[in-house]
């Protein structure tokens, strides 16, 4: 009985846990984290506005959802920074770019694919050969939130879906 009251309270302590943990907030914006493997961490950077790691099976290590809110009329307009992901591979990726229609609100979705160079802005960079980036641009109600997610082809392939989830997720009725 003792064994059985000891799991029930880990069992509701663990589900109370889980449930302040689905959502996060940036620029204004609530985000609701997907079902399982998504979790927020601390940022690591003052310009992050948040930070999610995803576990993905048979990937090396989590992959890293990183949000960006730089304020009222700051963060450039979407071609600006669209032109500035694709700029971040060796040489132009493969890409597309898709409006994501969020009830009413247009979320713009950019997947690229190719050699992704990893690295600080103005720092050393690292080559990632087949490498994709998803990168989300949701309007805020003073200025943009920007969502980039980097990682394995394979492994960012399994999570786009609920990647497209987590960009339109502020706007769900």
Known sequence: ???????????????????????????????????????????????????????????????????????????????????????????????????LDANGTKVSLVTATGTYMDGAMFGPKTAKADYTLLGAIIPGPDAPVFIKLTGPKDAVAKITEDFKKLSTSPFAK
């Open 1 to 99: 009985m003792k064994r059985l009251l000891t799991a029930l309270a880990l069992l509701c302590l663990t589900s109370g846990l889980r449930a302040e943990d689905t959502k996060i907030s940036a620029g204004n914006l609530n985000f609701t984290l997907p079902a399982s493997g998504w979790t927020s961490v601390p940022t690591s950077s003052p310009m992050r506005a948040a930070t999610l790691q995803i576990t993905v099976e048979g990937a090396e290590k989590p992959l890293e959802a990183i949000f960006y809110y730089f304020g009222a009329g700051q963060g450039g307009d979407t071609q600006a920074n669209i032109n500035r992901w694709l700029g971040q591979f060796e040489s132009p990726p493969e890409s597309k770019t898709e409006e």
